[in-house]
Nanobody, 123 residues
Framework: VQLQASGGGLVQAGGSLRLSCAAS????????WGWFRQAPGKEREYVAA????????DYVDSVKGRFMISRDNAKNTVFLQMNSLKPEDTAVYYC?????????????????WGQGTLVTVSS
């Protein structure tokens, strides 16, 4: 199984980035997908998740209204559109796959993890 996250970079506050996570080696449509992030010196935290069919999404309060998670089952890819970025969004962002019909905010629930992509938001 390989999860390849991409799309990170340096952006000014107020800007936007779109993260992608391309998956291979697993039955993509049978997994819920999540995005997590880890800022320097902090623990990894939940950001967003999406159900198998994309019918339900969930977000941590700090990104609601600014971030949007989506998936393309035909392309085995999950996305995180990030708008109105803030310096506190600076972190390494990870995609993860959860073998569940629902979604979870818990790190332990996710079976597969990508390598992470760095997002840096300057003030």
């Amino acid at each position: 199984v390989q999860l390849q996250a991409s799309g990170g970079g340096l952006v000014q506050a107020g800007g936007s980035l779109r993260l992608s996570c391309a998956a291979s080696g697993l039955r993509f449509r049978y997994y819920a997908w999540g995005w997590f992030r880890q800022a320097p010196g902090k623990e990894r935290e939940y950001v967003a998740a999406i159900t198998r069919n994309g019918g339900y999404t969930d977000y941590v309060d700090s990104v609601k209204g600014r971030f949007m998670i989506s998936r393309d089952n035909a392309k085995n890819t999950v996305f995180l559109q990030m708008n109105s970025l803030k310096p506190e969004d600076t972190a390494v962002y990870y995609c993860a796959a959860e073998p569940s019909t629902g979604i979870s905010q818990g790190i332990a629930e996710y079976r597969y993890w990508g390598q992470g992509t760095l997002v840096t938001v300057s003030s």
